[in-house]
T-cell receptor
Framework: AQSVTQLGSHVSVSEGALVLLRCNYS??????LFWYVQYPNQGLQLLLK??????LVKGINGFEAEFKKSETSFHLTKPSAHMSDAAEYFC?????????????FGSGTRLSIRP | NAGVTQTPKFRVLKTGQSMTLLCAQD?????MYWYRQDPGMGLRLIHY???????AKGEVPDGYNVSRLKKQNFLLGLESAAPSQTSVYFC?????????????FGSGTQLSVL
């Protein structure tokens, strides 16, 4: 069985500061990993995904995430936070080469940006 | 380009009432999904469809029924609503069922059952 844990339900950073959202996974096989973002009153949008190619994955809006097998982590980072980054972020995991119906979502981390 | 459209956006029901949530996509996607989002629990898959006329159970299917009579529409029904079904419901679609395929989400329906 697979699972994903997001550490911290709420993270607050100052505008211009580093954004770090933590995600750890549990999987018996090398997984596929995803980060989705949900802006207020909108549905989820895919930020980036890891599907067993390069371990450092770059996504939209300046975000990136690094797959670390030894730490079973897939943390999301952005060097400099912008007010528009305020949203809820979901980490997700799935077995490789399976169907999208097998994706397991984390409980989410709400990111707030202080002026 | 509308993408995935959900109606209604908000609804309040009394226990025992029934209702249908409509999801429509204009991207000619084969695969469609219904999720519920509860505080502290992330998204959980209710039912999904791999094509017109097909449906399958997800992680939390009890108390819900679905239908996919047309490729572009995926309906989620609650026959007898319960307070435990108070949640935000999201519909999603994808071009293929491959797990790496991007999911396109609607903006959600906030349902309260009193």
């Amino acid at each position: 069985a697979q699972s994903v844990t997001q550490l911290g339900s709420h993270v607050s950073v100052s505008e211009g500061a580093l954004v770090l959202l933590r995600c750890n996974y549990s999987s018996s096989v090398p997984p596929y990993l995803f980060w989705y973002v949900q802006y207020p009153n909108q549905g989820l949008q895919l930020l980036l995904k890891y599907t067993s190619a390069a371990t450092l994955v770059k996504g939209i809006n300046g975000f990136e995430a690094e797959f670390k097998k030894s730490e079973t982590s897939f943390h999301l980072t952005k060097p400099s936070a912008h007010m528009s980054d305020a949203a809820e972020y979901f980490c997700a995991v799935s077995p490789p080469y399976s169907s999208a119906s097998k994706i397991i979502f984390g409980s989410g981390t709400r990111l707030s940006i202080r002026p | 380009n509308a993408g995935v459209t959900q109606t209604p956006k908000f609804r309040v029901l009394k226990t025992g009432q029934s209702m249908t949530l409509l999801c429509a996509q204009d991207m000619n996607h084969e695969y469609m999904y219904w999720y519920r989002q509860d505080p502290g629990m992330g998204l959980r898959l209710i039912h999904y469809s791999v094509g017109e006329g097909t449906t399958a159970k997800g992680e939390v299917p009890d108390g819900y029924n679905v239908s996919r009579l047309k490729k572009q529409n995926f309906l989620l029904g609650l026959e007898s609503a319960a307070p435990s079904q108070t949640s935000v419901y999201f519909c999603a679609s994808s071009y293929s069922q491959e797990v790496g395929e991007k999911l396109f989400f609607g903006s959600g329906t906030q349902l309260s059952v009193l």
